[in-house]
């Protein structure tokens, strides 16, 4: 357990900085399964739709530092061949 004031302070931090993380990965994770639940539907024009919201949340998600940038652009890549393939 933590000593020190700082101590306490950075576990705090750490707890608030994981919830907000997971926000982000949370929202990702959950619109990629809804384009791979489309694309198995055979729901292309739904699917070509969602790709600017994903496209909008990986770029956030690196923009605030949760994900690095070439894991956004590799996603993105990605599921936009998975989505053009059909």
Known sequence: MAITKSAKKAIRQSATRKEQNNVYKNKIKKLVKEVKSLMA??????AQKMLADIY???D??????VIKKNNAS???SRLT???DKK
Do not use: D, H, T
């Open 56 to 58: 909008s949340a990986l």
């Open 81 to 83: 061949k998975l989505v």
């Open 74 to 76: 590799r996603r993105k």
């Open 41 to 46: 539907a055979n729901k292309n024009k739904e």
């Open 60 to 65: 956030k998600a690196a923009k605030v530092g």
